[in-house]
């Protein structure tokens, strides 16, 4: 069972804590956060973020990265607690969305 653990709530792309005026700044420009983006043939998009918010709730280790599909009609998302889990996790839902069928609008 995990325990709540006391740490930061922000984090910077490296994973490191980070206080709120740079919190601040990562979220005014996106593109800062961005860890890959796929726009597949299909109509799908694959696309990995650094959350900056840590999204563990305390519980485990800090999750701040998130993997999302976009363009389809059920969910797919992932979390992970540094870049280079959120790089393989990003591989990961490309090569299982690049398969399916077309999006639909």
């Known amino acids: ?8 709530l922000y984090y910077n792309m490296a994973g490191e ?8 700044k990562l979220f005014i420009n996106p593109q800062s ?5 796929d726009a597949l043939p299909n109509g799908y998009s694959v696309s990995t973020v650094l959350l900056v918010i840590d999204h563990s709730l305390g519980f485990g280790r800090p999750m701040i990265f998130e993997t999302m599909v976009f363009g389809k009609d059920e969910d797919d998302m992932e979390r992970y607690s540094n870049k280079e889990q959120a790089l393989a996790g990003h591989r990961r839902m490309v090569e299982k969305w690049r398969s ?3 999006a639909t609008p």
């Open 1 to 8: 069972m995990w325990q709540m653990v006391e740490r930061g």
């Open 17 to 24: 804590p980070i206080s709120i005026d740079d919190a601040d």
């Open 33 to 37: 956060r961005r860890v890959a983006l």
């Open 100 to 102: 399916r069928p077309r």
